[in-house]
């Protein structure tokens, strides 16, 4: 078993760097190209919707926590802010919902965390924050490849 935590400011050029620094601590799990690819994208959507919708207001110290403990062929990440928090998660969850809907958004974030990940799971309450909780199982076993 390994761990690791991460903390960095809410800004978009630290979407790229949370998912590479996430998929280098999974290489030890040895992940195919196409787990580690799932892995990046589903931190990726977590990360940036931390940046867009947790912190609406601009400037100040915003900060976004990613944290990941390796078990077996298992990646665990949680991915957390202190934002705004989600009113309705059950809603937020739906395809194609966004709280942002002049903006381009697609609504498909969370539903991307859940299809490239074996376990999803999601938190939150208004003006504490969110947490994302996924779960990766590596190896192409029927457990990995159950989605």
């Known amino acids: 078993m390994n761990r690791m935590k991460l903390c960095f400011l809410a800004l978009s050029e630290n979407e790229v760097f949370a998912r590479n620094v996430v998929a280098a601590f999974a290489l030890p799990l040895n992940p195919t190209l196409s787990e580690l690819s799932d892995v990046k994208t589903a931190v ?5 919707n931390c940046i867009v919708h947790a912190y609406p207001e601009k400037g100040g110290e915003y900060w976004v926590s990613v ?3 390796t078990e077996e062929n298992r990646l665990h990440i949680i ?10 998660v059950p809603r937020a969850l739906t ?3 966004t709280s942002c ?3 381009e958004r697609s609504g498909m974030g969370f539903t991307i965390m859940q299809t ?6 999601v938190t939150s309450a208004p003006k504490k924050g969110t947490r994302v909780e ?3 199982c590596f190896g192409g076993t029927a457990e990995a490849n159950a989605r």
């Open 67 to 69: 944290e990941c403990e």
């Open 44 to 48: 990726s959507e977590a990360v940036t």
């Open 134 to 136: 996924m779960t990766k």
């Open 95 to 97: 395809p194609f919902y």
């Open 101 to 103: 809907p002049g903006e």
């Open 79 to 88: 991915v957390t802010d202190s934002g705004k928090g989600i009113e309705d």
């Open 116 to 121: 490239f990940m074996n376990e999803f799971h």
